[in-house]
């Protein structure tokens, strides 16, 4: 939870513990409310961890053993039996904290295999391209992301697939999974990008729900060009050797699978030097103090570093500063690739089953 939002609810608890109190004490001895304040630890185990809890509980307990006493009302009737009740259910909404806390680790355990399992960090050289690819999540130690990458090194030649899917947590793991399996089958088997796109769109549509999409750019590199077919994505950033950056934009817009897109190929030739930037939302909707998005040439002149690597570890400090260093809104899948002369031994393909998944001045490194 977030830790305003847990603050509010302790604020709450605090608040009904003290009206709770303050009303048991103004309508006097005859009438005994202590019984009531066992929602205080019922209200913190459903928001709270097993410590908090337990500290709400003991200080619930304390508080309807002060007002007892302030009531001189301890060892008659039937207070006994309320405090009695009031420390076990304490007890158990103590325990149920606990397990409820060590339930939500497994699971982010579990979250963080699978992320790792479907979008790592990739680099690799093959038929005269150099590719890198990186993957952050917006909050990596709460939930998993939505934005996925694959490649697919096939008798057409290499084909990638950056997308995102639409919202967040544990339900884009399957959409994401079930994209990047359809991908790969497709990419291989489908001679044509736009079968690959209907045939991606096809499969995808009994895992998609009726407000579910997922925006995709499926590419198609050789070392002297590339083919491209955009379902509602961002446009990749070509950064030449020479001369200025450009958006590919494709010549007609397509909306995104999931909602019937008609896409068309459009194309771009490479040169030796020339370098293509795909991203995400994460990096081209990252926002500074101001509510301003990077502007893209700035982050073209950070692609243009010697190594892919340290190119893709620059823009994400770049966004990092952009931002203030502050919690991330989205994730950020980067793809840099570069059309480089062939290596003189053969390269290794890859592999079918490889996929992806504080200075004041410095946010101007990609700010507008």
């Known amino acids: ?15 009904i513990g003290a009206g709770l109190a303050a009303l048991d004490l103004a309508m006097g001895p005859a009438t005994s409310l202590i019984g009531l304040l066992l929602v205080c630890p019922m209200v913190a185990s459903a928001q709270q961890g097993g410590r908090v809890t337990a500290t709400v509980s003991a200080a619930t307990l304390a508080l309807a053993v002060g007002v007892s006493a302030a009531e001189h009302d301890l060892g008659r009737g039937d207070t006994p039996v309320r405090l009695l009740i009031l420390a076990v259910a304490s007890a158990y909404a103590t325990g149920v904290a ?21 979008i790592r960090p990739t680099d690799f050289r093959i038929a005269g ?103 509602g994505h961002h446009p990749p950033l070509l950064v030449p050797g020479t001369g200025a950056p450009t958006l590919l934009v494709p010549p007609l817009s397509a909306t995104p699978i999931g909602l019937g897109p ?24 990252a ?12 982050v073209a002149r950070l692609c243009a570093a010697a190594d892919l690597e340290d190119a893709l570890d620059t823009v994400l400090d770049a966004v990092d500063r952009h931002t203030g260093h502050t919690t991330a809104a989205d994730d950020i899948a980067l793809i840099l690739l570069e059309a480089a002369p062939a290596p003189t031994q053969q390269p290794a393909p890859v592999p079918r089953q490889e996929q992806g998944a504080a200075d004041p001045e410095a946010p101007s490194a990609v700010g507008q």
């Open 287 to 298: 926002r500074d103090r101001t509510g301003a998005m990077p502007d893209l040439r700035k």
């Open 1 to 15: 939870m977030p830790k305003g939002s847990s603050t509010v609810w302790l604020w709450l608890t605090a608040l």
């Open 129 to 231: 391209l150099e590719v890198s690819a990186r993957y952050r999540s917006a909050a990596p130690q709460a939930h998993i992301g939505g934005d996925l990458y694959a490649f697919a090194n096939t008798p057409m030649g290499l084909r990638l697939l950056i997308g995102d899917v639409r919202g967040k947590g544990l339900s884009t793991v399957h959409l994401s999974a079930a994209a990047i399996g359809h991908f790969r089958d497709a990419a291989y088997t489908q001679p044509d990008l736009l079968d690959v796109v209907r045939e991606l769109d096809g499969r995808l549509a009994g895992d998609l729900g009726p407000e579910d999409f997922i925006t995709v750019l499926i590419a198609e590199v050789a070392p002297d060009h590339v083919r491209l077919v955009n379902c």
């Open 98 to 118: 606990r397990r409820s806390t060590r339930h939500q680790r497994q699971l982010k355990r579990i979250a963080a295999v699978a992320e790792r399992a479907i």
């Open 262 to 285: 008609a896409p068309v190929v459009h194309e771009a030739p490479l040169t030796d030097g020339d370098r293509l930037l795909f991203y995400t939302d994460g990096l081209a909707e």
